[in-house]
C-alpha cells in the first residue's frame, strides 16, 4: 500500500527555519507531481508549492522567497525548506503526490511558530 509519511515539524520561533520531508512508500507509479498543503484553524487547506516532476515549481504568494520545495524523484521524496517563518504559517502541513492513477495524501506534521 502507497503511504507517504512526513516529518520535520515542530515548534518554532517567528523568524526561524524547518525543513519538511516527505517520503512515500509502496507500490506508486511515476510521479507526475508532488505538493504541500496547510490547514490552520478555522481555514480551508491550501496549496503551499507544487513541484512537478520536471522540476517545475509553483507557490503560493505569501511564501514566495520564504518557502522552497525541492524533491528526490528516486526516492520519491519531497522537501520544503522554510525560512523566515512567521506566526500566520502556523497550521497542519500535508505533503500530496500525484501520478497516473491517483492522488495521495500523508497525514500531516504540525508546525507551530510563535512570536
Known amino acids: 500500500q502507497v503511504q507517504l509519511v512526513e516529518s520535520g515539524g515542530g515548534l518554532v520561533q517567528a523568524g526561524g527555519s524547518l525543513r519538511l520531508s516527505c517520503a512515500a512508500s509502496?507500490?506508486?507509479?511515476?510521479?507526475?507531481?508532488m505538493g504541500w498543503y496547510r490547514q490552520a484553524p478555522g481555514k480551508q487547506r491550501e496549496l503551499v508549492a507544487i513541484?512537478?516532476?520536471?522540476?517545475?515549481?509553483n507557490y503560493a504568494d505569501y511564501v514566495k522567497g520564504r518557502f522552497t520545495i525541492s524533491r528526490d524523484n528516486a526516492k520519491n521524496t519531497v522537501y520544503l525548506q522554510m525560512i523566515s517563518l512567521k506566526p500566520e504559517d502556523t497550521a497542519v502541513y500535508y505533503c500530496?503526490?500525484?501520478?497516473?492513477?491517483?492522488?495521495?495524501w500523508g497525514k500531516g506534521t504540525l508546525v507551530t511558530v510563535s512570536s
Open positions: 500530496n503526490f500525484a501520478d497516473s492513477q491517483a492522488i495521495y
Open positions: 509502496g507500490r506508486i507509479f511515476s510521479i507526475n507531481a
Open positions: 513541484i512537478t516532476r520536471g522540476g517545475s515549481t
